[in-house]
């Protein structure tokens, strides 16, 4: 494989990989702010909904209870933006930085219920999914692509500036 051939074959994985997160992403954030099933849309449906993620929030036992309600209002909308950010391509270095960093401390969150012996659920995609080998497999294998994005996206800037200053 030539050189021109690997460079496009990275730009292609790459792309792959920051398509994939958003997506993930976007439908994680679509997940935690939907109506419950016979709700129809609305402000006060979202509401509800983002109350209800603020319980599984405050299950981990990690923050006060008010700290756990701000996390839930603001986590949701935080993904959907994140999610478009890595969609759009645009300063992917930090959009895939700030992913990496996202999903280590969900990795932190879960490891730590799990290492304290709670039985609870993720709240990663909305109710009903249990902290489990599941959780980690998942949770991993996305750190893994975000940090290999990451890596990309500063990989490419990189040398970018080494061939413009040729």
Not at 63 to 90: C, D, N, Q, R, Y
């Amino acid at each position: 494989m030539d050189k021109d051939s690997r460079k496009d074959t990275r730009r292609i994985l790459l792309v792959l990989g920051r398509l994939a997160l958003a997506g993930v992403f976007l439908f994680a954030a679509f997940a935690k702010m939907k109506p419950p099933p016979g709700t129809p849309w609305s402000a006060n449906s979202v509401k509800l909904s983002l109350t209800l993620f603020a319980f599984q929030v405050d299950s981990y036992q990690l923050l006060s209870h008010a700290a756990a309600i701000t996390v839930a209002k603001i986590l949701p909308p935080f993904e959907m933006l994140l999610g478009l950010w890595l969609l759009s391509g645009v300063w992917l270095r930090f959009s895939a930085f700030c992913t990496s960093l996202l999903l280590a401390g969900f990795i932190f969150a879960t490891v730590s219920a799990h290492m304290h012996g709670l039985d609870i659920d993720c709240g990663c995609f909305g109710p009903g999914e249990h902290i489990g080998p599941k959780t980690f497999v998942l949770d991993g294998l996305l750190f893994a692509l975000a940090i290999a994005v990451t890596v990309g996206a500063f990989s490419q800037a990189f040398s970018r500036v080494r061939s413009q200053s040729i």
